[in-house]
C-alpha cells in the first residue's frame, strides 16, 4: 500500500510540474516605436519571475499565473502552460495597438479570478526613456478583467507586489 501511495504522489508531482514554465524561451521582440522607426531586441532565454513574485512581462505574450493564497495575501505564483485551476489562475495578456504608425498604444489586461479586488505595482522601461519608471494601477474588481493602456512603447513591465485590497 505505501508503494502505491508513492507512486501516486510521485505521480501528481511530477505532472502537476510539467504544466509549469519557469523561463521564456528566446524571441525576437518587434515593436512600432514611432511614425519612422521600430524597435526590435533579441530577448534572451529568461526567467518570468525575476525575483519571487516579481513577474516580466514583454509585448505579446500572453501568460497564466497560477497562485497559491494564504489568508488575505497571494503565497506563491508561478507560469502554467494549460489552466488547471481557474479559481486561482491570473491569465496576463500584454500587447501593442497600432492603427498606424502615428497612433500606436501599449494594452496590458489581468484577468482576476478570485473573490477579491486584486492590485499590484508595475515599473515600465520605455523605448524613449531607456530607464525604468513607475506607473499607476487600478485596482481589478473581483472576477473581472482589468485593462491598462499607455501612449508610450513599452519593451518590457515588471509587475510586483500583489494583493488583495479592500
Known sequence: MKKITFALLLLSVICYSQNQKIDREPFKLELVANAENNYSANISKSPYFVKEKVLQIYPGEELNIETETKGDSIFSMRVVDKVTFPEKTIKLKFLQNVTDRNNTQMMLSVVNPFDRKLIYDAMIYTVDGQQ???????????????????PDVIVTMALEKWRFTK
Open 132 to 150: 525604468w519608471s513607475p506607473t499607476s494601477i487600478i485596482p481589478i474588481q473581483p472576477k473581472l478583467v482589468g485593462y491598462e493602456t499607455w
